[in-house]
């Protein structure tokens, strides 16, 4: 059979319709400022204030520089695209961006398994969690996180770049994602589902098993606490972690886990604009809303500001 070399992808994006286009443009733009704000100003309170240097801190702060990192690697482009009414990118550049996309995914499913632990350990193992998690131990776990969600989707990567890509290349999505990209493949990718379903095992299903391991022995150590107080404290903690991790598997089966179609559809790319400006832009909301320590740190931040001007 005769193959035609792409060289060229193009990304049928969100809408055609033009004023719907300029619209979204809009609301994606504040979006995305307002995650790189939220996300930026947790980075810098638990870099700067004593109080939140402590393990889930640390790895909140590895959380929130994921997001960014993610939400920068598909939304500027998309606004590009946007503003311009059409985006076409280069097949390599769609390759890489596939690539990041990926490994920045694996890597978040890695870290809230980690985070997980984190949580177990505090409230159930709490004598020995000084030592479990100390710092040269939390950038192990974080390192590992990173290191592995980077190295995983190489494998996959490295297939790919040997298959046979033919034309249409209209991709109808509005970022370079796996399974829209292998759906342009001309010949049998069974062998390369096969890979990519023990890498997404891996990376996505074993830290989900960690979590619901983890936060099921929280709950049998919560419910054999006789002072009220230290059972809310210990829900608290842990209520804002699980509705991170309720937002990003709840995205993650929507879009992975249901039958596909021989032909594309909007499904995907709607449940991905939730996952990629919607998710990022809750997740330091949901961490900081009822959180004292959070508040109490932006509060001497701006008492500090507000008494610069008077020394």
């Known amino acids: 059979m005769n193959h035609t070399s792409i060289t060229q992808v193009v990304l049928l994006g969100l809408t055609s319709h033009r004023r719907t286009q300029i619209a979204l443009f809009v609301v994606i733009f ?134 046979p890509f033919c034309g249409p290349n209209h991709i109808n999505h509005f970022s370079c994602t796996l399974l829209m990209l292998l759906r342009l493949v001309c010949a049998d990718i069974r062998q390369v589902e096969v890979i990519i379903f023990v890498v997404s095992i891996i990376v996505f299903l074993v830290p989900l098993l960690a979590i619901l391991t983890s936060y099921g022995l929280i709950l049998m150590s919560v419910v054999r606490m006789s002072s009220g107080a230290r059972r809310s404290k210990a829900f608290s903690t842990c209520a804002s972690h699980l ?8 995205c993650l089966i929507a879009v992975y886990m249901r039958p596909r179609s021989g032909t594309d559809s909007s499904h995907d790319k709607h449940f991905s604009i939730f996952y990629v400006v919607i998710t990022p832009l809750l997740n330091p909301v949901i961490y900081t809303l009822r959180n004292k320590d959070v508040h109490a740190a932006v509060a001497k931040v701006i008492c500090r500001k507000v008494a610069e001007p008077k020394g």
Not at 86 to 102: D, K, L, N, P, W
Not at 145 to 158: D, I, K, L, Q
Not at 243 to 250: A, I
Request: hydrophobic share 55%; proline share 3%; aromatic share 12%.
């Open 243 to 250: 509705m991170v991790v309720t937002l990003f598997y709840g």
């Open 30 to 163: 504040i979006a995305y400022l307002l995650t790189m704000l939220g996300n930026l100003l947790v980075l810098m309170l638990v870099q700067f204030d004593a109080r939140l240097h402590t393990p889930m801190y640390f790895f909140l702060s590895n959380l929130s520089g994921l997001e960014m990192s993610l939400i920068s690697a598909i939304v500027p482009q998309m606004l590009a695209h946007l503003l311009e009414g059409s985006g076409s990118v280069s097949f390599y550049h769609c390759i890489a961006q596939t690539y990041i996309i990926s490994s920045l995914g694996c890597t978040e499913g890695l870290l809230l398994g980690v985070m997980a632990y984190d949580r177990y350990l505090a409230i159930c193992c709490p004598l020995v969690y000084a030592v479990a998690m100390s710092r040269g131990c939390c950038i192990m776990l974080a390192t590992a996180s990173w290191a592995c969600g980077f190295f995983f989707p190489v494998v996959f990567t490295h297939l790919i770049l040997k298959l």
